[in-house]
């Protein structure tokens, strides 16, 4: 059976299983990264640590906009009021972000005002930017979204697992994308995702395919910049 068969129609698996499935390898790749896995065997380089740290704030002060893009087009195409309301939690949540990582900076001795973006990061901003423009439909939008959201989630709920040791000191870190009520947050950009491709046309099927392997490769190059000696994939 094909796979968009299957995830069509309301009878199979659904369109973001099947695509799990299908880019399952770029998908382990990002949720499996080998800092994110240091991070868990508790052998993880500070240095490494603090250089994510002072990254990914520049990265979710340009994820900001992004989500604002997404809750209008939500505001504007969606006929749930639903989605505008779990976008809007998002949102708020990245408010409370910016300040946990300016704290979190100042206890590792990051100076954030001194960060230059490195070129992971801005090729994956750029990606951002260019998701905001009026022209990319609301449901490629909200699988970006909802993919970007997932890796975090999936990543550092592994460092919370049964069996980890990951360091006292990160336990915060990983709670913060790892937590339980960030995984239910998840749940419902997947719901709100899939809800849209059962209605998505086959050009915006294939736009928001690639915007979740784009995703995917745009993490695990943000991922590798943690550590100097990794080159940069596709
Ligand atoms: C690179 C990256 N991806 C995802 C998230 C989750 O918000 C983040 N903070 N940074």
Redesign the pocket.
């Known amino acids: 059976m094909d796979g968009e068969g299957a995830a069509g129609a309301g009878g199979g698996a659904g369109f973001i299983a099947v695509w799990l499935q299908r880019h399952r390898e770029k998908y382990v790749c990002a949720t499996r990264h080998r800092f994110v896995l240091s991070i868990r065997e508790g052998s993880v380089d500070l240095s490494s640590f603090r250089r994510w740290l002072g990254?990914?704030y520049i990265?979710?002060r340009e994820?900001v906009p992004f989500v604002a893009s997404v809750l209008l087009k939500g505001w504007k195409e969606s006929d749930s009021e639903m989605d505008v309301e779990v976008i809007l939690g998002g949102m708020a949540s990245?408010h409370d972000?910016l300040s946990w990582f300016k704290k979190e900076a100042s206890k590792w001795d990051v100076q954030l005002a001194a960060i230059v973006p490195q070129r992971a990061?801005r090729d994956?901003c750029s990606f951002l930017h260019g998701m905001t423009d009026s022209e990319v439909d609301y449901t490629t939008a909200i699988v970006a979204f909802w993919a970007?959201?997932t890796?975090?989630?999936e990543s550092f709920a592994l460092c919370l697992e049964d069996g980890s040791s990951t360091p006292a000191e990160l336990l915060g870190t990983c709670e913060r994308?790892g937590n339980a009520g960030f995984g239910q947050y998840c749940q419902s950009l997947r719901d709100i995702a899939e809800r849209c491709l059962q209605n998505a046309s086959a050009d915006v099927l294939r736009k928001a395919e690639e915007a979740f392997t784009q995703v995917l490769e745009?993490?695990v190059n943000?991922?590798n910049m943690s550590n100097h000696d990794m080159v940069k994939i596709s």
Request: proline share 0%; net charge negative.
């Open positions: 990254q990914d990265f979710v994820f990245l972000e990061n994956y970007i959201e890796v975090y989630q994308w745009h993490e943000f991922w």
